[in-house]
């Protein structure tokens, strides 16, 4: 499985970025693909997340309300609209994919999958 993200960038507080992810040898084994974001000194955190077939979606809550994750099964792509940004989302941001129990759809270490990350930078 590989996952390529982009889409990242530098944005005023208050506008908008849209973050896709490419994912290619995936299976019908891979039920989630999610989005999670890494700011420096901090660890990994759950952002979003999406079942592949299905099409339920979680969000943390500091997203809820903000960011939109969806997904396009022919084309193998996910993509998270993130709306009215704050200086709180700058963050690397990788995309995953993995099958994760659903009491565990949120963790990190769940997924088996990992993108190469892409820098989303918000300034006030």
């Known amino acids: 499985v590989q996952l390529q993200a982009s889409g990242g960038g530098l944005v005023q507080a208050g506008g908008s970025l849209r973050l896709s992810c490419a994912a290619s040898g995936l299976s019908f084994s891979n039920r989630y693909m999610g989005w999670f974001r890494q700011a420096p000194g901090k660890e990994r955190e759950f952002v979003a997340a999406i079942m592949r077939f299905g099409l339920t979606t979680d969000y943390a809550d500091s997203v809820k309300g903000r960011f939109t994750i969806s997904i396009n099964n022919a084309k193998n792509a996910v993509n998270l609209q993130m709306n009215t940004l704050n200086p709180e989302d700058t963050a690397f941001y990788y995309c995953?994919?993995?099958?994760?129990?659903?009491?565990?759809?949120?963790?990190?270490?769940?997924?088996?999958?990992w993108g190469q990350g892409t820098q989303v930078t918000v300034s006030s």
């Open positions: 995953a994919t993995g099958s994760p129990i659903s009491s565990r759809r949120m963790v990190p270490s769940a997924y088996a999958h």
